[in-house]
């Protein structure tokens, strides 16, 4: 079973700058991506920003040029940069990992960090 937890979320001022952090409990294997994605109250879960362990990533339209996801797979953890954040930014963010099985594909995710942008 592999366990997310992740750290890095708090308050800031629009503008600034946040650093996520999300380490697996073990090495992963099969594992397809690990991402980023963030949920406002009453929405569904949108990606953020997702990376495989060959350095390939796919962010959303609006945080293009903003956010920078990377990994270290030596520890088995991913990060997500956020500079110049904007309100609109505050959610919960949560981490994700998808891992390749004979049956298709599982999905764990952390617990979800909270991060607030104030104008």
């Known amino acids: 079973q592999v366990q997310l937890v992740e750290s890095g979320g708090g308050l800031v001022q629009a503008g600034g700058s946040l650093r996520l952090s999300c380490a697996a409990s073990?090495?992963?294997?099969?594992?397809?991506?690990m991402g980023w994605y963030r949920q406002a109250p009453g929405k569904q879960r949108e990606l953020v920003a997702a990376?495989?362990?060959?350095?390939?990533?796919n962010y959303a339209d609006s945080v293009k040029g903003r956010f920078t996801i990377s990994m270290d797979n030596a520890k088995n953890t991913v990060y997500l940069q956020m500079n110049n954040l904007k309100p609109e930014d505050t959610v919960v963010y949560y981490c994700?990992?998808?891992?390749?099985?004979?049956?298709?594909?599982?999905?764990?995710w952390g617990q979800g960090t909270q991060v607030t942008v104030s104008s």
């Open positions: 073990t090495y992963i294997n099969n594992l397809s991506a």
């Open positions: 994700n990992a998808a891992v390749v099985t004979p049956s298709g594909v599982t999905n764990y």
């Open positions: 990376i495989t362990r060959g350095g390939s990533t």
